[in-house]
């Protein structure tokens, strides 16, 4: 399996990014899949994860401000993210959790004041 995400770049405070990621193979449409996030300095941690059928988590920080959708059509997760603080600068990581964990390579989102 390969996970390949894009959309991260540099926005302002209140600005709002767009990230995706596209999977290979089968397996991601029978697969929860999430974005995980790891700040300078900071272990990775969870943002979001959608199931097949799209029930959603969200971590606190983001709840409200971010949305987790997928389509399973073309392999892929979206994480629309809004009102983004500086606080939410990392790099984020797709996540398809089957038999194990597969990664994508992380993009950096950064959020200037």
């Known amino acids: 399996v390969q996970l390949q995400a894009c959309g991260g770049g540099l926005v302002q405070a209140g600005g709002s990014l767009r990230l995706s990621c596209a999977g290979s193979g089968i397996i991601f449409r029978f697969s929860a899949v999430g974005w995980y996030r790891q700040a300078p300095g900071k272990q990775r941690e969870l943002v979001a994860t959608i199931t097949v059928p799209g029930i959603t988590n969200y971590a606190d920080s983001v709840r409200g401000r971010f949305t987790i959708s997928r389509d399973n059509a073309k392999n892929t997760v979206y994480l629309q993210m809004n009102s983004l603080k500086p606080e939410d600068t990392a790099v984020y990581y797709c996540?398809?959790?089957?038999?194990?964990?597969?990664w994508g390579q992380g993009t950096l989102v950064t959020v200037s004041s």
């Open positions: 996540n398809l959790a089957a038999q194990r964990n597969y």
